[in-house]
């Protein structure tokens, strides 16, 4: 059974960053998809960052130059920087056993089969 753990969310100050990171165990073979999402209060998820076993990367456009997603066997890393208020949210690790048909789709909540428990990120001003 794959199974993402989230660490590394905290509150940091506008302009600052924070790095999370998500051990997802159980990911067995070449093949994978993984990805960061995030909810705040009130709001839908958001596909923020995703990875395949490809290469492929995608960001959400309000995150791209600020935040870096990258991957060391079974951990997923998020880089953000120049965090702002717009960025408070709870950050879920996702991960699927196959690729997805298109960059758009990497970021589809409906694409991603195992999900982590999250981690909150609070950005203040």
């Known amino acids: 059974q794959v199974q993402p753990v989230e660490t590394g969310g905290g509150s940091v100050q506008a302009g600052g960053s924070l790095k999370l990171t998500c051990l997802v165990s159980g990911l067995i073979g070449s093949t994978y998809s993984m990805a960061w999402f995030r909810q705040a209060p009130g709001k839908e998820y958001e596909g923020v960052a995703a990875?395949?076993?490809?290469?492929r990367i995608n960001y959400a456009l309000p995150v791209r130059g600020r935040f870096t997603i990258s991957v060391n066997i079974a951990l997923l890393y998020l880089e953000m920087d120049n965090l702002n208020t717009e960025d408070t949210a709870m950050y879920y690790c996702?991960?699927?056993?196959?690729?997805?048909?298109?960059?758009?789709?990497?970021?589809?909540?409906?694409?991603?089969?195992?999900w982590g428990q999250g981690t909150q990120v609070t950005v203040s001003s």
């Open positions: 996702a991960a699927n056993t196959r690729l997805v048909a298109s960059l758009d789709d990497m970021l589809s909540r409906s694409e991603y089969s195992f």
């Open positions: 990875v395949d076993s490809l290469g």
